[in-house]
């Protein structure tokens, strides 16, 4: 690509009143943001978008790390669909190639490049699962190896004369990494400037990104100006809490809820979530209007039981990712297990060494990670065999086929020969 093709001439806004309808439109918008920057720019963009019939280039760029992606994920996903149902063009950045030099955002070490391989298969199922919130028929893919690769050294160094280090180091993370001694890759370096140059390859009018992503998305903002672009808003959504209620979603630390998960499963850990989080995920990643949450929260200080609530929010997500029929069918679940009854699809399993310590049983039907981790839940009063409470460290059980269950979600039926 001609480096300098991209540049384009935008002359200066001429300001627009704001309709009823932009109005409702930044208001949809700025449900459960973080930041919009700059927010009087981002609705002149809206009134001229309505004024010209000319829809907004709206991008969001996914670096494909994992194969999976969870709930966190999601939270800015469900933005994009909503600016997308909007009239929008929104933008579906696969970043294939800044992930050969990893996202340095928010880590105290070099996150280790990706292989073209790794990249290549984790891109396979992303698009995949993001169509499951986005119209997928309504959304541009791209992926940034488009203008990235064809920049060569020389573009490279011509971008990099676009900003400077003192800038660059003005970034939180590369500023502690500085001060503490840790190593800074060069490479590290470059990365804030491949994506804001992707904002201008794509010459986007709003960029999303997680609370972490504000520097970077400011660098696209600069650069466009570099270029004579109009610069892009930026709107950054907060980070998802986990299952711990503190931690953000990841899963690292195992507090996560995968899109691609059992229905069961889903609905299950949804319900596990305290009352006060609820709300926070109601926000953030259901479609429901503010009044419809506004009424809610309005029954349940009316005394109406906050679990109810809860279970439409867990039907609405498991029906979003599986089916409304799998919802259902998952609130029966539920609601049986809560009776102490055993689901109606549980997981088999044969072993082999009767009598068993329950320790042993446990870990090997993969209930639990470890046998100390199943005397544990003993001690807890949180195993059962055919519905029966186990309080007996001790115990070795004889051979035989039973169900096991750990918890409330966990269970396996198990035959021990």
Known sequence: MNFNKIASSHPAPTALPLSDRVQEALAITKRGVDELLIEAEFA?????????????????????????????????????????????????????????????????????????????????????????????????????????????????????????????????????????????????????????????????????????????????????????????????????EGLDGVEKMSKSKGNYISITEPANTMFGKIMSISDPMMWRYYELLSARTLAELAAFKSEVEGGRNPRDIKVALAQEIVARFHSPQAAQDAVTDFDNRARGGIPDEIIAVTLEGAPLGIGQLLKQANLCASSSEALRMVEQNGVRIDGVAISDKALKVAAGTFVLQVGKRKFARVTLT
């Open 44 to 240: 002149q963009k809206l009134a001229r978008a309505e004024q010209t019939g000319k829809p907004l280039r709206i991008k969001l760029g996914l670096d494909p790390t994992a194969p999976d992606l969870h709930l966190g994920h999601t939270v800015v996903l469900n933005k994009m669909r909503q600016l997308q149902d909007l009239g929008h063009t929104v933008i579906f950045l696969i970043g294939d190639f800044t992930s050969m030099i990893g996202d340095p955002s928010g880590r105290n070490i070099t996150r280790p490049p990706l292989t073209r391989e790794q990249i290549e298969e984790n891109a396979k199922t992303y698009f995949a699962q993001a169509s499951l919130v986005l119209d997928a028929e309504r959304t541009e893919i791209r992926y940034n190896s488009e203008w990235c690769d064809p920049l060569g050294a020389r573009g490279m160094i011509q971008l990099a004369s676009k900003y400077t280090v003192a800038r660059i180091m003005e970034r939180e993370d590369f500023t502690k990494r500085f001060k503490a001694g840790t190593p800074i890759s060069v490479h590290e370096l470059l990365y804030p400037l491949m994506q804001g140059y992707d904002s201008v390859a794509l010459q986007s009018d709003l960029e999303l990104g997680g609370t972490d992503q504000k520097f970077n998305l400011l660098v696209g903002r600069e650069l466009q100006k570099d270029w004579g672009q109009e610069p892009q808003c930026i709107l950054t959504m907060p980070l998802l």
